[in-house]
């Protein structure tokens, strides 16, 4: 039955509507890139030793930071369920990445409550550069942000009626792009448009992380299709995959 259905997962029609099985992504993962602690990629993407000063720094922010946010949903309404969040490992992941590589621009697509956005938003006060800029379909998000967390923040709703050529646009207005999270509409056909919409706009070395990458084969279908091994990050619930582009 096993064989059957990694069979079934080949074909290109029914593949678009299955989620990958932990084999699939063990597979993927060649090389030893997959990984149950977001500590280990920091290191392998910064090429830095598990005693680096800069580790133990980042980690003690992260935790201030994730304080700050049990405060503010214990304080703040929030529109969208706690599963839509970052999980802690990948949000930890996401705010050592944005403070080790200072990216100038960074664009997020997906803010619900806005857990990841508070996370990078933070990193680039602590950098003292950047801009991040997020799309969402909905007015009612990023509830947890406070206002002096928003002057490096540009958030752009997509028309519901041309999702596709609204991003589009939103994407040729920023330029070059150095950092890229996705972690909006999770189906195949969606993630891999972004996906690819994203390749031309992304600087050599730059970096792609997606959230939810366990959802569709799109992630590992686009890792193949540019040549690039993902490093596959095994969260508490879900698995964060992550990208670097190589010199075009």
């Not at 009626?161 to 994407?171: A, D, K, P, V």
């Not at 959802?215 to 686009?222: E, N």
Request: hydrophobic share 40%; aromatic share 8%; net charge positive.
């Amino acid at each position: 039955m096993r064989r059957i259905m990694l069979h079934i997962a080949r074909l290109p029609i029914i593949r678009k509507r299955l989620a990958p099985s932990l084999t699939d992504i063990i597979n993927a993962a060649l090389d030893s890139q997959l990984h149950c602690t977001p500590l280990e990629i920091v290191c392998k993407l910064f090429s830095l030793s598990a005693d680096d000063e800069r580790l133990s720094q980042i980690v003690n922010e992260h935790r201030a930071l994730s304080d700050e946010l049990c405060t503010r949903y214990a304080s703040k309404r929030t529109c969208y369920p706690l599963n839509f969040a970052v999980e802690e490992g990948s949000g930890l992941l996401l705010y050592a990445v944005m403070r080790l590589k200072k990216p100038l621009v960074t664009q997020e697509t997906g803010v619900a409550n806005g857990e990841s956005t508070f996370f990078m938003l933070n990193a680039i006060k602590k950098n003292q550069r950047g801009r991040l800029y997020s799309t969402e379909v909905s007015n009612d998000v990023g509830t947890l942000l406070n206002e002096n967390e928003k002057p490096d923040w540009a958030l752009k709703k997509l028309d519901p009626s041309n999702l596709r050529g609204s991003f589009l646009r939103t994407l040729e207005k920023i330029g070059s792009i150095d950092l890229f999270l996705h972690d909006s509409d999770h189906s195949y056909l969606w993630q891999i448009f972004e996906l690819q919409s994203m390749q031309s706009k992304m600087l050599s070395n730059s970096i792609i992380i997606a959230d939810d990458v366990d959802a569709s084969y799109a992630f590992i279908d686009f890792s193949r299709k540019v040549g690039t091994k993902p490093i596959f990050l095994l969260d508490k619930r879900k698995v964060l995959g992550v990208l670097v582009k190589l010199q075009d």
